[in-house]
């Protein structure tokens, strides 16, 4: 199993679609984090999870919506998206946060038409 | 705020040949410094940090980088590079020790080794 598996790898959907993201991490990690690549635009943070627990919600429209059940998985649920949502999104975990080195999964592709 | 500006979007290079990324920061606070490699279709991973000590950081694949507070630069480099070093690479900064928190990132450097 790899550190930080992400799926799918590529999703296409319309703006009137329901879909999720899924990351889960075989590192033993307590944090684990949702950022957003995005063409021409540094990664953003979206949100961060640490034992759980959210810390992190940087101003993301609530048609994101995560969910964390456990250290090892990560939800990123999709509704209502527009078309300039369409990016890579990549999860990433690390000991806890505040703790430890970055580790990212491969990332999901996101096209929303 | 921190902030992280790497000046070249593209570089281009022949292979066996140096390449030099440039980033330079601003930040009020300590900084730790970061970079990231993304190869096609793959996450990021990270290359090397400087989080005290020695300004002159070793990393993995042959690449080091160095601190320059003066200058507020952490420019990586590496002497000879290979067509598996095409890739895109970030600078990242952080005002806390660990990695874990919240890093801002560079727009990234896109290079493309020719052969």
């Known amino acids: 199993e790899t550190g930080v598996t992400q799926t799918p790898r590529h999703l296409v959907m319309g703006m009137t679609n329901k879909k999720s993201l899924k990351c889960e991490q075989h590192l033993g990690h307590n944090a684990m984090y949702w950022y957003k690549q995005s063409a021409k635009k540094p990664l953003e943070l979206m949100f961060v999870?640490?034992?759980?627990?959210q810390t992190e919600n940087n101003s993301v429209p609530s048609r994101f919506s995560p969910e964390c059940p456990n250290s090892s998985h990560l939800f990123l649920h999709l509704h209502t998206l527009q078309p300039e949502d369409s990016a890579l999104y990549l999860c990433?975990?690390?000991?806890?946060w505040g703790t430890g080195e970055l580790f990212f999964g491969e990332g999901s592709r996101l096209t929303v038409l | 705020a921190q902030s992280v500006t790497q000046l070249d979007s593209q570089v281009p290079v022949f292979e066996e040949a140096p390449v030099e990324l440039r980033c330079n920061y601003s930040?009020?606070?300590?900084?730790?410094l970061f970079w990231y490699v993304q190869y096609p279709n793959q996450g990021l991973q990270l290359l090397l940090k400087?989080?005290?000590?020695?300004?002159l950081v070793k990393g993995i694949n042959g690449f080091e980088a160095e601190f320059n507070k003066s200058q507020t630069s952490f420019h990586l480099r590496k002497p000879s590079v290979h067509i598996s070093d095409t890739a895109e690479y970030f600078c990242?900064?952080?005002?806390?020790?660990?990695?874990?928190?919240?890093?801002?990132f560079g727009g990234g450097t896109r290079v493309l080794v020719k052969p």
């Open positions: 990433a975990s690390s000991q806890a």
């Open positions: 990242a900064v952080s005002d806390n020790k660990a990695a874990g928190n919240k890093l801002t």
């Open positions: 930040s009020s606070v300590s900084v730790y």
């Open positions: 999870y640490n034992f759980k627990e």
């Open positions: 400087y989080l005290s000590g020695s300004t």
